[in-house]
């Protein structure tokens, strides 16, 4: 089995920055991708950013330039800085992990942070 864990979650004044981050575990041989979802209340679950195990990465033009992500392949850890906050960036971000297991691939999901952005 595999888990995602995901931390650094809670509420930031609109302008400041917080980083979340996301543990995985368990009998992980590579994970190829990894992201970052959200989903605001009432909202359909939408993609803020992805990085491949190459390190190529992809963000929604929501967050462009605002958000960084990364990760420590030695680790199995993602990581999302976030900067800049809006109150729009308030969901709750959930991560997820494209995991080979033996000669497959599997997706997992955290069970997500809530970040809220309010003065």
């Known amino acids: 089995q595999v888990q995602l864990v995901e931390s650094g979650g809670g509420l930031v004044q609109p302008g400041g920055s917080l980083r979340l981050s996301c543990a995985a575990s368990g009998s992980i041989n590579m994970i190829y991708n990894m992201g970052w979802y959200r989903q605001a209340p009432g909202k359909q679950r939408e993609l803020v950013a992805t990085i491949t195990i190459g390190a190529t990465t992809n963000y929604s033009d929501s967050v462009k330039g605002r958000f960084t992500i990364s990760r420590d392949n030695n680790k199995n850890t993602a990581y999302l800085q976030m900067n800049s906050l809006k109150p729009e960036d308030t969901a709750v971000y959930y991560c997820?992990?494209?995991?080979?297991?033996?000669?497959?691939?599997?997706?997992?999901w955290g069970q997500g942070t809530q970040v809220t952005v309010s003065s």
């Open positions: 997820h992990a494209n995991v080979m297991i033996g000669i497959r691939f599997y997706d997992y």
